[in-house]
Every structure is written in C-alpha cells, then in structure tokens.
C-alpha cells in the first residue's frame, strides 16, 4: 500500500499534560454531592492530554469521533449576541473562535498524524473512529489512517450533504464534508437497528402495487432500512434550538446516527476536538461515558453550559500549562442570600453561572446552573437551592471572562 511522506515526518513521545480537577457538575443538583462522574471535560491540548489519559484509557474507548481543524487556512469567529437577525452578518456581536491556519501541508499533516496515532493507541479492540474532514485534506488523511490503522479496517467514506449560500462562481458549490470511518479491527461494534431509517414512501408505494419490484426480494418494509454512506442532515445554522454561536458546530442528529451505530450503553466515547460539545452531548442523552477535550476556553465553556442540561455528572479539568484567568472580586457583580434563594445582580453580560452550596475551598462542585437560552437569550438571575455552608459562585460572560465570588 502506498504511504504519505511529507518532511519532518516522525512520531515521538510528546509531553503529557498536568491534569489538574477544576470542578464537577451536577446537572440541576441530581446527585450532589456524592454521584459519580459520568464523564471528563478537559481543558489542553489534546496531544498532551490524550498522553497523559494513556496510563488509564489505552485500549478502553470504544468510539471516538474527530473533528479537526480542515486546512481552510481561516480565523473562525463566534457568535456571541443573543436575539439578532441571522441575515444581517455585518450587525453580529463576535468574538474569537479558533484558528485553522497552517505554515503549509507539512505541519498539518504532522499535527494529524501525531494525533491519529494516539487515538489508534487509545480505541478498544472493539473500537471505531470516525474522522471528520473535507475537500482540503481529506485524501490525504485517508492515507495516513490505512497507515495506522491498516488499509483492511476502513470501514465507510461517509459523505454528509447539506445545503446553504456559497460565493463560488467558477465550480460547482461545494457542499458536502466526508467521513472517514475506520475500526480498530474486524470485530467492532455496529448496531445496525439502532439506525434503520422508514423506507421512502415511493418505495413502500412500489412494492404495495407489483409483486415483481425489487426483482423478487421484498423487504421489510416495517424494519426500514440501513442508511447509505451518503449522509443529508440541516447545517446547525439552520438549526435555530441547537445553534450556540460556537463556529462549525456540527448538528446534534449526524452524532446521533454515529453514536448509536458504534457504541453501546456505558461505553465511552471520546472526541479530543470537542468545540461546542455536540459528541459529548449526545453519548450523554443516550447513556454513554464520554471525555471531551479542547484548547479553548470558549469551547470548554460552551460545552459545559449544554452539559448541564443532561443527566449526566461530569468533571471539569484542565492542563496547568494553559492559561486561565479567573478573576475573584468584581464591583459589577452583587449576590444576595434570601433563605435558599441566590441572587446575582450584574452590569456583565453572563453567559451561564453556577452555585456551589458548601464549597470546601478546593473543589467548585456545581449543585445549580443556569445558562443562557439559545433563541431569546434570556437568563435567569435566581437559582433556589438548599445551603449547606461556605457559597462560591461562579459565572462566565459571552466573551469568555469568568469570576469566582465567595459568599
């Protein structure tokens, strides 16, 4: 089989990250303050992280879906205004996303390959990945997964279909991003009836009138069918309750069909470029463990804040060789206990914020959240919850600055 070469071409043992516990959520309270975490959000970057989780996690993940950075060579910005009107760009409130830009095709290549490598290490022998990439480089990846995992694993080229604007003139629009799928072995995990879809209704209509369509073979028109590797799912901008503002966010149903189809109840399921969350948000709706990881803070926070709204307890942690400032006193921020009602009167722009009803000082455990709806924008300013000591509360504003007040 052919194999990719480009310079500087090498594999070698990076540095873990120090992981160090920042809090764990509570979603609502349930199961404060003694519920075991069904999951670990991670602050770094996923190359120290997905070291330093090796000791522990090699050969224990049952699917991990990866959406890196695609070589678009762009700056992508977030959305952070609540309420505006989506056809009028130039009026948004945006602040920095993260960036997808190269010095050239080498060190992108590298940085896929340093990673990829480390996911084959970390996947069970039941596991699968699932690489989500584009026109810009996905050939590309393609060779360097047959490399790693073996040609005779790829699974599925899956292509996900979407319409929206474009500004091309002189091609066809491209409208369309490709997955690559490839198992650790032949004996992975594929629950085939957890994605049959109804079959078209032209073709139930067909096999009603001739017993001859299908050239004899007549399905079960009840079970449905399996998908094709053609995939047609609503970009999230068009998705106005998932919409966060977060760039590329990928829609909730395209990790549903994946999650489902690859993995099990209380398996675990990972996703090292996490973004807004959207994996680990869905392995939590269905029953699934998850670790989520990015190196920004604004995806970290954003995941958090969709998090809460699931069932799932989950830890916050963080690479101590990343920056994160918090500040501990502010004039904009008053707080009042009335029994066990919290109350937060600000001038800020908060985003989601959270209350700690014994905090011990060390460990934010978060026993009640509240975050900012993702259409009007509103956000509550009360949480009712029962104190048990020392409070600390927590809050993060729409452009990412956080504040830590004790009570």
């Known amino acids: 089989m052919p194999i990719l070469h480009w310079n500087e071409k090498h594999l070698s043992p990076p540095q873990p990250a120090s992981l160090t516990l920042d809090s764990i959520l509570y979603p609502k309270g349930r199961g404060y303050p003694k519920a075991r975490s069904d999951g670990r959000l991670i602050l770094g970057d996923n190359l120290a992280v997905m070291t330093a989780l090796l000791p522990e996690y090699e050969g224990r993940i049952n699917l991990i879906y990866a959406d890196p950075p695609f070589f678009t060579n762009r700056q992508f910005k977030a959305r952070v205004g609540r309420g505006e009107d989506s056809r009028k760009p130039s009026k948004w409130k945006l602040a920095e996303g993260y960036h997808d830009s190269w010095a050239d095709m080498d060190s992108y290549l590298q940085f896929l390959y340093e990673r990829l490598a480390l996911m084959y290490k970390l996947l069970a022998p039941n596991g699968t990945l699932y690489l989500h990439l584009d026109w810009h480089a996905d050939a590309h990846a393609r060779l360097i997964l047959d490399e790693i995992f073996g040609a005779e694993n790829f699974i599925n080229e899956i292509i996900w279909a979407y319409h929206g604007p474009s500004p091309i003139r002189t091609a066809f629009n491209r409208k369309h991003d490709t997955i690559l799928m490839f198992a650790k072995n032949k004996d992975y995990i594929f629950n085939v009836d957890a994605v049959r879809e109804p079959y078209h209704p032209n073709t139930v209509a067909t096999f009603k009138a001739s017993a001859k369509a299908g050239f004899g073979k007549i399905p079960d028109l009840e079970r449905g069918k399996v998908p094709e590797d053609w995939w047609y799912f609503p970009v999230v901008a068009r998705l106005h309750n998932e919409r966060t503002g977060y760039p590329t966010q990928k829609p909730e149903a395209l990790l549903d069909r994946i999650i489902l189809a690859s993995s099990n109840k209380s398996d675990l399921v990972a996703d090292f470029f996490c973004g807004s969350g959207t994996t680990a948000l869905v392995a939590a709706r269905h029953g699934r463990k998850f670790i989520a990881c ?14 809460a709204g699931t069932k799932s307890v989950f830890s916050i942690e963080r ?3 990343i920056k994160y400032d918090v500040a501990t006193k502010s004039k904009k921020v008053k707080v009042k206990l009335l029994g066990d009602l919290v ?5 800020l722009d908060v985003d989601f914020w959270e209350v700690d009803p014994a905090w011990d000082g060390k460990t934010f455990r978060s026993a009640a959240q509240a975050h900012r709806h ?12 029962k104190i048990g000591g020392r409070v600390c509360i927590r809050l993060v504003t729409v452009e990412g600055k956080q504040f830590h007040l004790n009570i």
């Open 374 to 385: 993702v259409r009007s924008g509103e956000i509550p300013m009360e949480l009712r919850i």
């Open 343 to 347: 109350q937060v009167k600000t001038s």
């Open 319 to 321: 690479d101590l060789g």
């Open 294 to 307: 990015d190196e920004s803070v604004r995806a970290v926070n954003t995941a958090r804040a969709r998090l």
